[in-house]
């Protein structure tokens, strides 16, 4: 499974993986996908994620956060809001 890491910090975190190549990140950055076998049992991964200075997410997690966007924008409003109750536009707004 690949593994995405953000760095939350506010300043460059710099992860060496398994295989010895290293991550940069910078402020807000987030890396491409990550093979789960290159953290697998890595020290600084641990105590970076322990430490709340990066946020992870798996292409499953993306994928699941996605799929409840498309939902959530097929969804109908709900009985007694704005939106339900005036369907020919905003309130005091132009009308037709």
């Known amino acids: ?3 995405t890491i953000t760095n939350k910090a506010d300043y460059l ?3 060496q993986l398994n295989d010895g190549q ?7 950055e987030s890396s491409s996908a990550i093979d789960e076998r290159q ?8 105590k970076l994620r ?21 939902a959530g924008a097929d969804a109908k409003p709900a009985a007694g809001s704005a939106e339900a109750a005036s369907p020919g536009g905003p309130k005091d707004g132009p009308q037709a």
């Open 1 to 3: 499974m690949a593994i």
């Open 13 to 15: 975190l710099i992860l």
């Open 22 to 28: 290293s991550v940069y990140l910078a402020p807000g």
């Open 39 to 46: 953290l697998n049992g890595n020290e600084k991964f641990s």
């Open 50 to 70: 322990s430490g709340n200075l990066i946020a992870t997410s798996s292409a499953e997690e993306e994928n699941a956060a996605a799929s409840s966007a498309r």
